[in-house]
C-alpha cells in the first residue's frame, strides 16, 4: 500500500472509540503497574480488560504471528519487548507498555512510560524528554505541513538534550489494518516528505536514546535493544489530521489539562 488511506467522517468516528478504549486501558494500568509484578502479569491483564470488559480486541496478538497483547520493554529495551512470567518490574526500572486495540474494525495504537519506584534522575530526565519530543512533533501536525517537518521536530528536540533518536524504527499510518501508509519518520528535514491531508491518520511514537541510535534484535527475533546498552524511552499516540490542526485520539485523562486537541496555533 503505498498512499495513505483518508478515513470518512463515519471512519473517524470509530477511530475514536477505538483510541477512547485504548486510552482506558492505560487508566486501569497505572494502579497495577507496580514493583514485583511479572511483564507477563501484566500482559494477561490487558488481554483480559480488553476481550472481557471492553469487548474489542488485543491487535497486536497474533499480528506477525506475535504471541502476546502488548510489548513490554524495559530500560534498555527499544521495542517490542516481549512479556516474561519471570521478569519482575523492579525498583528504578523504566518500561514502555506498547498496545494496540481493535473495535468494531479499527485499530488504535498508543505506548506509555511508567517509572517503577526510585528512578534515578537521568532515567528520569531522558523519559521527559522523549515525551516532549513526541508532542514536538505532534504539535506540528496540520493540513500542509509534512512529514518530514514532524520528523525534523523530533529529531531537533532530541539532539538538543544530547539523546537520539532510533532510525530503524517509525511510525506508521493506522485504520482497519495495524500499519498502512504512510511511514513517519522521527528525524527528518522540513518541508520534504508526504503532505498531511485532513483525515490522514496515523501515529507518532519516536524512539530517543540515551546514547547511540544503532539497535540490535535478540535471538528471540522481536526484543530490540541499544547497541550500547543505554537506556531508552518511547512514547506513542495515534493522532487524526483535522481540517484546522490534530487530535490525539488515543489521550489520556491525565494530559487533557496540558495537552488538548487543538489548532496548531492554540486556539
Same mark, same amino acid.
Given at each position: 500500500?503505498?498512499?495513505?488511506?483518508?478515513?470518512?467522517?463515519?471512519?473517524?468516528?470509530?477511530?475514536?472509540?477505538?483510541?477512547?478504549?485504548?486510552?482506558?486501558?492505560?487508566?486501569?494500568?497505572?494502579?497495577?503497574?507496580?514493583?514485583?509484578?511479572?511483564?507477563?502479569?501484566?500482559?494477561?491483564?490487558?488481554?483480559?480488560?480488553?476481550?472481557?470488559?471492553?469487548?474489542?480486541?488485543?491487535?497486536?496478538?497474533?499480528?506477525?504471528?506475535?504471541?502476546?497483547?502488548?510489548?513490554?520493554?524495559?530500560?534498555?529495551?527499544?521495542?517490542?519487548? !516481549?512479556?516474561? *512470567?519471570?521478569?519482575? $518490574?523492579?525498583? &528504578?526500572?523504566?518500561?514502555?507498555?506498547? =498496545?494496540?486495540? #481493535?473495535?468494531?474494525?479499527?485499530?488504535?495504537?498508543?505506548?506509555?512510560?511508567?517509572?517503577?519506584?526510585?528512578?534515578?534522575?537521568?532515567?528520569?530526565?531522558?523519559?521527559?524528554?522523549?515525551?516532549?519530543?513526541?508532542?514536538?512533533?505532534?504539535?506540528?501536525?496540520?493540513?500542509?505541513?509534512?512529514?518530514?517537518?514532524?520528523?525534523?521536530?523530533?529529531?531537533?528536540?532530541?539532539?538538543?538534550?544530547?539523546?537520539?533518536?532510533?532510525?530503524?524504527?517509525?511510525?506508521?499510518?493506522?485504520?482497519?489494518? !495495524?500499519?498502512? *501508509?504512510?511511514?513517519? $519518520?522521527?528525524? &527528518?528535514?522540513?518541508?520534504?516528505?508526504? =503532505?498531511?491531508? #485532513?483525515?490522514?491518520?496515523?501515529?507518532?511514537?519516536?524512539?530517543?536514546?540515551?546514547?547511540?541510535?544503532?539497535?540490535?534484535?535478540?535471538?528471540?527475533?522481536?526484543?530490540?535493544?541499544?547497541?550500547?546498552?543505554?537506556?531508552?524511552?518511547?512514547?506513542?499516540?495515534?493522532?487524526?489530521?483535522?481540517?484546522?490542526?490534530?487530535?490525539?485520539?488515543?489521550?489520556?485523562?491525565?494530559?487533557?489539562?496540558?495537552?488538548?486537541?487543538?489548532?496548531?496555533?492554540?486556539?
Amino acid at each position: 500500500m503505498n498512499r495513505p488511506i483518508i478515513k470518512t467522517p463515519a471512519e473517524q468516528e470509530l477511530m475514536r472509540e477505538s483510541g477512547r478504549l485504548l486510552a482506558s486501558v492505560f487508566a486501569m494500568l497505572d494502579d497495577f503497574v507496580t514493583p514485583g509484578v511479572t511483564t507477563m502479569e501484566i500482559d494477561r491483564q490487558v488481554e483480559t480488560f480488553i476481550t472481557r470488559d471492553l469487548k474489542a480486541r488485543p491487535a497486536s496478538k497474533g499480528q506477525y504471528d506475535y504471541p502476546y497483547s502488548l510489548n513490554t520493554s524495559i530500560n534498555e529495551v527499544v521495542c517490542h519487548g !516481549m512479556p516474561s *512470567a519471570s521478569r519482575k $518490574l523492579k525498583n &528504578g526500572d523504566i518500561v514502555n507498555l506498547d =498496545i494496540t486495540l #481493535e473495535k468494531n474494525g479499527f485499530i488504535a495504537d498508543s505506548s506509555k512510560m511508567y517509572m517503577i519506584g526510585e528512578v534515578q534522575p537521568a532515567a528520569r530526565k531522558l523519559v521527559q524528554a522523549a515525551y516532549d519530543a513526541m508532542w514536538k512533533g505532534i504539535e506540528i501536525v496540520r493540513p500542509g505541513t509534512t512529514l518530514g517537518d514532524i520528523g525534523h521536530a523530533i529529531q531537533k528536540h532530541a539532539d538538543g538534550h544530547g539523546y537520539s533518536v532510533v532510525r530503524e524504527y517509525c511510525g506508521h499510518g493506522i485504520g482497519r489494518e !495495524m500499519h498502512e *501508509a504512510p511511514q513517519v $519518520l522521527h528525524f &527528518g528535514r522540513p518541508g520534504t516528505g508526504e =503532505i498531511l491531508k #485532513e483525515g490522514m491518520t496515523f501515529t507518532i511514537e519516536p524512539m530517543i536514546n540515551q546514547g547511540t541510535h544503532k539497535t540490535k534484535t535478540k535471538k528471540d527475533g522481536w526484543t530490540v535493544i541499544t547497541r550500547d546498552k543505554k537506556l531508552s524511552a518511547q512514547w506513542e499516540h495515534t493522532i487524526l489530521v483535522t481540517a484546522s490542526g490534530y487530535e490525539v485520539l488515543t489521550l489520556r485523562a491525565e494530559e487533557s489539562d496540558k495537552h488538548q486537541n487543538r489548532k496548531p496555533d492554540g486556539r
